[in-house]
T-cell receptor, first 115, second 111 residues
């Protein structure tokens, strides 16, 4: 366990389904992130939250909807996904979202398959 | 953004030291050098980071060139569990830009 817990670990969903990915950290970190890792591609940053406010959204389609109800929890709501959205979705947290000094702690990810 | 260049893959023998290189010729004075690794089916794991001086921790050592245009991650005795993709990343202390991952180096450890 890294201190960042993601559930579920695996998810298979149809293109018309609605599902949510959950991320939880109790490290006292103030920033949380969603990354997407497609097969044989580098990690792509999707969303950044600092103190529960979204500070960055990297042109992610609206079928992905993040939610950060408090500094310990982060959700990614999914609806009407496409097969090309199948990927490993990773959550991370850090002490602060700015600055080079702090490292990130990643969860183990949710392996999503869209059928 | 300053970019990094790493070899696509490297091999090492078990229990031998491994030196993973990274070039970052356009690094700025406020860029920290971060190293992460990603084991199969897991999220990336922080390994080490530094600014100017060499750094040591329980996982590895980071050797930074005097001109900061390159760095080397050193695993002192590779084990089979060190087989992973290793990422060298620059993160600027003066901006809110986030960790940007490249393709990294796939390290294979041979028994």
């Amino acid at each position: 366990e890294t201190g960042v817990t993601q559930t579920p670990r695996h998810l298979v969903m149809g293109m018309t389904n609605k599902k949510s990915l959950k991320c939880e950290q109790h490290l006292g970190h103030n920033a949380m992130y969603w990354y997407k890792q497609s097969a044989k591609k580098p990690l792509e940053l999707m969303f950044v939250y600092s103190l529960e406010e979204r500070v960055e959204n990297n042109s992610v389609p609206s079928r992905f909807s993040p939610e950060c109800p408090n500094s310990s929890h982060l959700f990614l709501h999914l609806h009407t996904l496409q097969p090309e959205d199948s990927a490993l979705y990773l959550c991370a947290s850090s002490q602060d979202f700015a600055g080079g000094y702090y490292g990130y702690t990643f969860g183990s990810g949710t392996r999503l398959t869209v059928v | 953004d300053a970019k990094t260049t790493q070899p696509n893959s490297m091999e090492s023998n078990e229990e031998e030291p491994v030196h993973l290189p990274c070039n970052h010729s356009t690094i700025s004075g406020t860029d920290y050098i971060h190293w992460y690794r990603q084991l199969p089916s897991q999220g990336p794991e922080y390994v080490i980071h530094g600014l100017t001086s060499n750094v040591n921790n329980r996982m590895a050592s980071l050797a930074i060139a005097e001109d900061r245009k390159s760095s080397t991650l050193i695993l002192h005795r590779a084990t089979l569990r060190d087989a992973a993709v290793y990422y060298c990343i620059l993160k600027n202390s003066g901006s809110a830009r986030q960790l940007t991952f490249g393709s990294g180096t796939q390290l294979t450890v041979l028994p």
